[in-house]
């Protein structure tokens, strides 16, 4: 989903789903959620980019083995960028 409304920061939300139910193995799970904003002011020289992104990975086993296992990742990241001239621009990330 993109909110977008003049003279504010871009946002994006997005969220993926995944699962396996009924496998020899067990049952697994994995979501991805992730959250960006952007902004780049109309006129101005500069713009900003950040992100955060969080993933969790489930596994359910079965029989005697039927333990919860998983894992979460997060990441985040933050860039901007300056045009100094009409053919020179300066980025960071």
Do not use: C
Not at 46 to 60: E, M, N, R, W
Request: glycine fraction near 12%; avoid cysteine; aromatic fraction near 8%.
């Amino acid at each position: 989903m993109d909110l977008d409304f003049p003279g504010w920061p871009k946002v994006q939300l997005a969220r993926q789903q995944m699962s396996n139910t009924g496998g020899s193995g067990g049952d697994s799970e994995m979501t991805s959620d992730q959250i960006r904003l952007q902004y780049s002011p109309s006129g101005a020289r500069y713009s900003l980019s950040s992100g955060i992104q969080k993933t969790t990975q489930d596994h359910f086993g079965t029989g005697e083995d039927d333990e919860l296992r998983g894992s979460t990742t997060e990441r985040f990241d933050l860039s901007g960028r300056y045009q100094v001239g009409s053919s020179l621009s300066l980025s960071a990330s």
